[in-house]
């Protein structure tokens, strides 16, 4: 079997020469384990934090090792009762064709409820459920706000502006990096503007988009799309910091938000999350969510690369916003 | 009478020309007012924003009128029933000697309730409250937690440092602008650290001083103690953004905190406030810190000026850092 392991940590931008595919041996599993054959494989932005040497809230990749991350399988063999083979299941373990995991450690889920397996890892996932949280629990969306969401073309961003609209947002405002993802914004997914970033400074269009301000920003981008959005926030405004992919590479620390001190004015609430403290939730948001996406009032685009061996360069490509949703990898 | 009229916007750091001394009529009060002669007047931070030509949660001070702001007084002519001639009472017209007021608009003080007068402008005033609704509403402050305060020696941070303390707090570290001061906070105020921040960087210091994390941050300053707070911070950290007196004169924006992405995984809780939309705490507030002050467990320190005419120079020297607790002038 293939795994891509880390090869060298990266300084900057990561390139290829970080990752090498490796051959092993399938694992066999032990007492109380299944073995699992990879059908899909998550990349995400936060796994490039774990290519760093650096104390995190999840533990750095270690080197010659393989990575780990989000995936869906199928059961091919197994020692525990419950779990027979055939069984599709969702667990850690991506980035390797096959993998032997603790009973305790999957979760199965049914083909028949998704429109397809990989909506596990995306709009039915923790992706999904991050959007969802952060929104509604972090940002204390209310009914009627004004919403900017950025990084809105990305698998997060893209179902957050969504779950506002449904929720009845008075404006939902997206941001994104290039004019066929702002088209993707309003005409598929009904964002009510979005903007691209690479047209003008971000500051300048989103007041331009927000005469009346915004009270709910959803940060998946940090730096200068935070500056922007802390200038447009209106009186007790709530920001969800979700993620910073503008500086995730970059040697020097960024330059923005400068503006900061506005909040205290403003009574600004900013709050920094990570989904894996809000599991309780995965209950109502499946409910509410694959909800919507059964009735076609949400909509997940995917961008899926196909093979193992391109999961260094589907994760690259990811760190340069080459996807539009969520981006997978099909084994 | 005299008083304090704005003469000009600063630009930067503010000086004397910026400020006129006026001769003006001693005003007459009319229906419903009252005549107050001014006893002591607060020069705070906030005021330097008000300079200022813009938009901000106070109006700016209009260019050529009296400057406004909190102030205690004698009530010497009155047209109001229960506002004898005699009362002592609080209110917001302050830069000057006499001053004509809606009976609405004033606050009757117990001028036996309390050490000095001027505690209703400084620990038992407005000052005291934002400290209260700081430490314990907006950071949420949880007894065994380690507390950071900056401008620890000032108005606001010296009654925070001594609520997280009387509250049970593990360990409060504040910081100040000297050596005095610093001792003032731990010898005076019971302050288990005090770091001088012209020592060394303060991000260092706090490390040293913090060696298991920080808690809470009581946040006077901004900028580099922001970033230090930040970085120090442990998982669900709660930061009170109440000040940002290093930039307030400065002309460029900050160059700090650079590491807010860090907020993501340490999933902090960073949230702006003013004490104007706290009022409903006063109660509960003078309950408890007037407890402290009668039974001597908190103290409060003032820095007092004579004189409206060095009005300006106080709140210059305020600026400047010169006061230690309270910035009183006494007319």
Redesign the interface.
Known sequence: MKEIRLAARPTGWPTAANFEIAETEVPKPGDGQVLIRNLFMSVDPYMR?RMNDTK???APFPVGAPLDGGAIGEVVASNVDDLPVGAVVAHGYGWREYAAVDAARVRVVDPAAAPTLSAYLGVLGLTGLTAYVGLLDIAQFREGDTVFVSGAAGAVGSVAGQIARLRGAKRVIGSAGSAEKARHLTEDLGFDVALNYRDAPIRDQLRAAAPDGIDVYFDNV?GDH?EAAIDTLN?FGRVA????IA?YNEAA???A??????????????????VG?HSHRMSDFVAEVGGWLRSGQLSARETVVDGLVNAPEAFLGLLRGENTGKMIVRL
């Open positions: 934090g995190s809230y999840v940090g935070l009186k910091l979700c993620g910073a500086q620390p960024p330059a938000p400068r503006n900061l001190a506005l909040s205290i004015g403003k009574e600004l609430n900013l709050r920094g999350f990570i403290n």
